[in-house]
């Protein structure tokens, strides 16, 4: 088992910029995925983006491709999401979740991923 902490949500105009992070401790991360999901208000959960720890690929939603950035920081156990030019409609609650041994056609599946830390709300205001 994975535990997960995030940090770095807040608020922040749109065209501004924040950063997430998300801490993983628990066990060996060598073949660990580490993604990003987010859930807005009356919406359903969505994938945002995805690390894998083994081979370093990324995978990008569409809606945050050329504007987020998915980033691992090794020495910490950590994967980052610098998220640019925010718009409203990237206003939700993030999750950061952690999968083992993912093939590259589920690392957008959140019920691929088995452990979820416990979410960090963004707003983006006008």
């Known amino acids: 088992q994975v535990q997960l902490v995030e940090s770095g949500g807040g608020f922040m105009q749109a065209g501004g910029s924040l950063r997430l992070s998300c801490a993983a401790s628990?066990?060996?991360?060598?073949?660990?995925?580490m993604g990003w999901f987010r859930q807005a208000p009356g919406k359903e959960r969505e994938f945002v983006a995805a690390?894998?720890?083994?081979?370093?690929?990324?995978v990008y939603a569409d809606s945050v491709k050329g504007r987020f950035t998915i980033s691992r920081d090794r020495a910490r156990n950590m994967v980052n999401l610098q998220m640019n030019s925010l718009r409203l409609e990237d206003t939700a609650v993030y999750y950061c979740?952690?999968?083992?041994?993912?093939?590259?056609?589920?690392?957008?599946?959140?019920?691929?991923?088995?452990?979820w830390g416990q979410g960090t709300q963004v707003t983006v205001s006008s």
């Open positions: 979740a952690a999968g083992q041994r993912l093939i590259y056609s589920s690392l957008g599946v959140a019920e691929r991923y088995s452990d």
């Open positions: 628990g066990r060996t991360l060598s073949d660990i995925t």
């Open positions: 690390f894998r720890w083994n081979d370093l690929t990324t």
